[in-house]
Every structure is written in C-alpha cells, then in structure tokens.
C-alpha cells in the first residue's frame, strides 16, 4: 500500500541540527512532490515547505529560509528534512505528506508519514 | 501570506446533529482549499479537496462548499468517530496556509 514512514523521536540541544527521513512506497516515487508540515505540542499545522521528487525544485516557507534544507535520494524513495540552528521554539512533531496530484506545487495531501517528534532543550 | 481564519475554535454538538465550520480567506483562493481531520496523536487526513471534491474512502456525511474568501465544511450527520480538529488550508498561493482548526466534541 501507500504510505511513508518516517524516522524516530529525536532530542537536540539548541544550535544543533536534526535531520529526519521520510521513505515513501507502493508508488512511483518521482511522481509527486513531498511537503513537510510540523505542530508544535497543542497547536495548529504550519507548512514548512516543498520538494519535488522529480527534479529536486524546492520551495521553502521564508520564516526558516536559511536553516531548512529539504533533499530526497531518488535511490531509495526518501526524502529528507535537515533544520539546523534550533531553537526551542522548533519543538514539534514533524510530518512528510505527499501531493494529491503530480504537479509543479503543492496542493493537498493524500498520504501523511506518521510524525517524528523533535524536542529541542538543553 | 493568505490568512485562514476558522470558526468556531471548538464546538460541542449531539450524535446525530449536523455541523457547520467555516473558513474565511484573507483575499480571494479561487476554489483551492482543502479539509483535514485530525485525530488526537494521529496525522492529518484528507477530507475534502478543492473546496468540494470528497476524497475517495470518505464517508459522504461529510461535504464542502464555498469559494472565492468564504468557505464551509459540514458533517450532515455527527457520528461519535468524527470527535477530532478539523483544519482548512489553501493551496492558491505559496506558502500554503492552515486555519487555526476547529475542535469538534460531543455534548
């Protein structure tokens, strides 16, 4: 079946830099594009931004531009999230999710990886 | 940035009652708006695509409507397994942009 799977909880000091995995099966991987979205402990969803898995464009949210950086290893159908200099205020539950449809820019989101929670305290 | 503004924040309804949330966008989205339900601990599911496209395997109890700034998301029929926050986001201009969710539960 479709689904992405994620990696594992993380705990980080702040300055430091996590990098969490999100592999995808059960579909042409290079079809669709992949978001990242995260939620901080007891609030809203907030998009980070978007790769495609067809040609590496990306497009991130400007508030992280500069400490986001969103690859993916067309190899082994993953894509990958690193945030680096973090803050406590990037603790949160990170999730991938895949496009709807196979286009240029994100849309909706069909198929969500199961989250990684990412707590940032020294 | 598009603002997504939600109301009610929660709201608490009967088995069986139909229930209304709305969405208002801060300029105009075309018919680009999506739905999610979120369950506690869970990810984000797919409801509703481009205002009124139900996404396959949803139950039709659920429907959407709207364009332009004003948007609704119904539940015709509150079913106890709907108890979740519900989210619109628009996908008209980037960054893609969430309501604040509406929290759903049963009086």
């Known amino acids: 079946q479709v689904q992405l799977v994620q990696s594992g909880a993380e705990v980080k000091k702040p300055g430091a830099s996590v990098k969490v995995s999100c592999k995808a099966s059960?579909?042409?991987?290079?079809?669709?594009?992949i978001s990242w979205v995260r939620q901080a402990p007891g609030q809203g969803l907030e998009w980070m931004g978007w790769?495609?898995?067809?040609?590496?464009?990306?497009n991130y949210a400007q508030k992280l531009q500069g400490r986001v950086t969103m690859t993916t290893d067309t190899s082994t159908s993953t894509a990958y999230m690193e945030l680096r200099s973090l803050r406590s205020d990037d603790t949160a539950v990170y999730y991938c999710?895949?496009?709807?449809?196979?286009?240029?820019?994100?849309?909706?989101?069909?198929?969500w990886g199961q989250g990684t929670m990412v707590t940032v305290s020294s | 940035d598009i603002q997504m503004t939600q109301s009610p924040s929660s709201l608490s309804a009967s088995v069986g009652d139909r229930v209304t949330i709305t969405c208002q966008a801060s300029q105009d989205i075309s018919n680009y708006l999506n739905w999610y339900q979120q369950k506690p601990g869970k990810a984000p599911k797919l409801l509703i695509y481009?205002?009124?496209n139900l996404e396959t395997g949803v139950p039709s109890r659920f429907s959407g409507s709207g364009s332009g700034t004003d948007f609704t998301f119904t539940i015709s029929s509150l079913q106890p397994e709907d108890i979740a926050t519900y989210y619109c986001q628009q996908h008209d201009n980037l960054p893609l942009t969430f309501g604040g969710g509406t929290k759903v539960e049963i009086k």
């Open positions: 059960g579909y042409t991987f290079t079809s669709y594009g």
């Open positions: 999710a895949r496009d709807l449809v196979a286009a240029a820019a994100p849309d909706a989101f069909d198929i």
């Open positions: 481009d205002a009124s």
């Open positions: 790769i495609s898995a067809y040609n590496g464009n990306t």
